[in-house]
């Protein structure tokens, strides 16, 4: 099914610590923190000043305000994983109050600013194929992620990123039951699956694919619906500044010949990242950022791109069906 016209989605992984809980520490990386924090509100007013429509993925455990408050939206039911060190409820324990866990201020002024989604990381960065994980924590935990929102925000989140891309069919079912209408996955190439076994190899293909063409096309005709929930697959994660790097660049380069090429085709892209991801050199991310924002209005003005969250996307789908279900109705009776 082609849209008629090309679209671009941005999607932001908004999760601070609690993405990264299980292999960094918190202590030495507030400095990292404090750069993300302040860029933050530079990243949003880049997008207001460019008209962008992104989503923003949201960990609900960054929504509170404390301990106290953190407590008090836990599920009754957490995860019994196997490894306890993939849980975020046994990584707090005694943790202190540092920058980089709660922010619901800032998702306040996100959620406040014209065209931005809040959308769901799920609650505790649940890894929902995790040995140990269950389909009822895993519901328990969306739902927490639900209810913080919606409380904090005044919005109830039907976007979902599953937490480091963990999902499969009954997963997916599970997430359509607590009222998610869309989600976001990984690139079909063969070194972005299976993100539970990760090795060197894919690691090595995604970096080198930033840079040369090493798999598949990365825009695409448009999502995958299936039944009450649409598929959205991501196209390429914006990778941060790296200092002295060679490569900066070619990385942005390669992403706008690929936006190009989907304008050609009419085609979504969609493009990702954290927002940590510019703690370090936080002004020269936002640079980078600022001349990618501007060669999309370029984009905007001579292809007709279209800047859309992940939840207008779904919406424009589903409308879509329905229109062709109704004609095709139509045709049968007449």
Not at 45 to 63: D, P, R, S
Request: a neutral charge.
């Amino acid at each position: 099914m082609n849209l008629q016209r090309p679209i671009l989605v941005i999607s932001l992984d908004f999760e601070l610590h609690w993405g990264r809980f299980d292999k960094y520490s918190l202590e030495e990386h507030q400095g990292y923190y404090e750069g993300t924090l302040q860029a933050i509100p530079r990243i949003l007013e880049l997008f207001e000043k460019h008209q962008i429509h992104a989503t923003w993925a949201t960990v609900g455990m960054l929504l509170a305000k404390d301990w106290e408050e953190w407590t008090h939206y836990s599920p009754a039911l957490l995860p019994g994983y196997v490894n306890s060190n993939y849980s975020a409820y046994h990584w707090a324990i005694n943790k202190p109050n540092l920058k980089g866990l709660f922010a619901p201020e800032l998702a306040l002024k996100v959620s406040q600013t014209p065209g931005q989604e809040m959308a769901s990381h799920s609650f505790a960065h649940y890894y929902a194929m995790e040995s140990g994980a269950s389909k009822e924590s895993f519901q328990a935990d969306l739902m927490a992620s639900k209810k913080i929102t919606k409380d904090k925000l005044g919005k109830d989140p039907v976007s979902l990123v599953f937490p480091r891309n963990q999902y499969d069919p009954q997963i997916i079912q599970s997430a359509s039951e607590v009222g998610f209408k869309n989600f976001r996955t990984n690139p079909e190439d063969w070194f972005w699956k299976n993100t539970v076994e990760e090795t060197l190899l894919k690691k090595i293909f995604r970096t080198g694919d930033t840079l040369y063409p090493l798999g598949k096309t990365s825009s695409y005709e448009s999502p995958e619906v299936y039944g009450d929930i649409c598929k959205i697959p991501a196209s390429r994660l914006l990778r941060p500044y790296r200092k002295g790097s060679i490569f900066n660049p070619t990385r942005i380069k390669r992403i706008k010949s690929e936006i190009r090429a989907a304008c050609k085709q009419n085609q979504v892209y969609h493009l990702w990242w954290h927002p940590h991801n510019f703690g370090h050199y936080p002004m020269e991310n936002l640079k980078v950022l600022e001349e990618l924002l501007e060669f999309i209005d370029e984009m905007k003005a001579t292809s007709g791109l279209e800047s859309k969250t992940m939840e207008e996307l779904a919406k424009i789908m589903f409308e879509t069906i329905e229109k062709e279900k109704s004609s095709d109705q139509n045709i049968s009776v007449n």
